[in-house]
Structures are given as C-alpha cells and as structure tokens.
C-alpha cells in the first residue's frame, strides 16, 4: 500500500517543483537563447569561433546556468516523484528516473561546451573546425536527452490526466503535447535528411508546446499546488 503525503507536506513539494521548474525556465531560456543561440551563426564556421573567443565570458555564464539548470533537474525529479507516487508508486518512480536518465546524458554533452571553454584559455586560438565539431557533439547529445525527458513529460501528463482532480487534466494534456512536440524534433532531425526545411517550424511547435505545459505545471503548483488535497 503506498503512504499518503501528509496534507502539511503537499504544499512543500508543490513549492519546490514549481520554483524548480520556474528558475530552469528562466536559467536554461537564458543559456540557449541568449548566449548559444545569439553566438552560433548557422553554416559560418569563422564567424561562431570568433564570437565564442570574443564572448568567453558570457560563454561561461551560459555554462554555468547549465549546470544550476542540472542540479535543479534532480530536485524536481525528486519533487515530482513525492507528489505524484500516491497515483501510481511505479509510474512516478519510471517519470522521476527518466527525469533524472534525460539530466545525465544532457550533462554528459555539457563536456562538449567545457572543452571549448578550455580551449577558448589556450595560447593559439581553436580552429573553427574545432570549435563546430563539439558544439555539433554537444546538440546531437542535447537532442538525445530530449527523448528521455519527452518520455518523462508522457508519463507526467498521463498521470495528471488520471489523477482525478489532483491537478488539472488541461495540464496533462499540455504536457502529452509537449512530449509529442520533442520527440517529433528529435526524431526529425535525426530521420529527416532535409530536416533543414522543416527546423524553424518544428522549433516553433517545440518551444511553444514546452512553455505552455511546463509553465502551466509550474505555475499552478506554485499558485495552487499548496492547496492539493491528499489523494484517497
């Protein structure tokens, strides 16, 4: 039989996975947007390796955030887990280790960007073929990780969705589009050998798919969540 959170509890993990999820959001937006999306300059190898030996410093502070963003991947896990294991013990524990499955391969790509990081301290500049092959290295391990946390989100919204209540089902349902949005990405770009033409709209459909959800999870736990009654 699986032990019910207190009621004084619920509030708790409600409060640290919606901070959790609140300051990824805004760590991880302000390292891919901000920092990779404006250094890296598609097809122009020169130019990325110039503006990332320019730009060292905000290089690193993306890096950083990165790894904040890693850390507070595994409280949310943890969070999650505790909040959600009254609906089904098994699928909460397989959500939470998929969570954690997508932090470390994630993390294991954060060593492409490290290196640059230390060839960027080197006397001789890296070349741009240097420099491309581990961001390439990088986003090919970052798509990778994706499908793990697509399966996560899956299982999170079912098991909102079947929750009875305890959070809202339009939430879990966000959450199954988001999954289908990040795993149709990741496939694409993987499968498609013209994935190029298709890029800027499947990345539209992800980032909006992927806010809606995970910032409506977010937020209304923060909001709501302290609130949730003991499943019974």
């Known amino acids: 039989m699986i032990n019910r959170i207190p009621n004084g509890s619920i509030g708790f993990y409600a409060k640290v996975a919606g901070i959790g999820l609140l300051l990824m959001a805004v760590l991880a937006g302000f390292s891919n947007g901000m920092v990779l999306n404006r250094l890296l300059v598609e097809a122009e190898a020169v130019k990325t390796a110039a503006n990332l030996i320019e730009n060292g410093v905000l290089l690193r502070a993306g890096f ?21 294991k009254p609906i089904s013990l098994d699928l909460s524990l397989l959500a939470a280790w998929l969570r954690l499955l997508y932090t470390a391969v994630f993390g294991a790509s954060l060593f492409h960007i490290a290196e640059i990081i230390g060839l960027l301290d080197n006397p001789l500049p ?21 499908l793990f946390f697509a399966l996560h989100l899956l299982i999170l919204g079912y098991l909102i969705i079947r929750s009875s209540g305890y959070v809202p089902k339009l939430i879990g349902f966000l ?52 609130k949730m009654k003991p499943v019974r």
């Open 126 to 146: 890296p070349s741009p073929e240097q420099i491309l092959f581990l961001i390439s290295s990088f986003h090919n391990g970052w798509l990778i990780s994706l």
């Open 175 to 226: 959450l199954v589009l988001a999954a289908i949005a990040y795993t149709a990405d990741s496939l694409a770009y993987f499968l498609l050998p013209d994935y190029i033409h298709y890029e800027k709209t499947l990345l539209l459909i992800v980032t909006f798919c992927g806010v809606l959800g995970e910032l409506s999870l977010a937020c209304w736990l923060l909001l709501k969540g302290v």
């Open 64 to 84: 950083g955030c990165f790894i904040i963003v890693l850390l507070l991947d595994v409280i949310v896990a943890w969070a999650l887990y505790t909040l959600f």
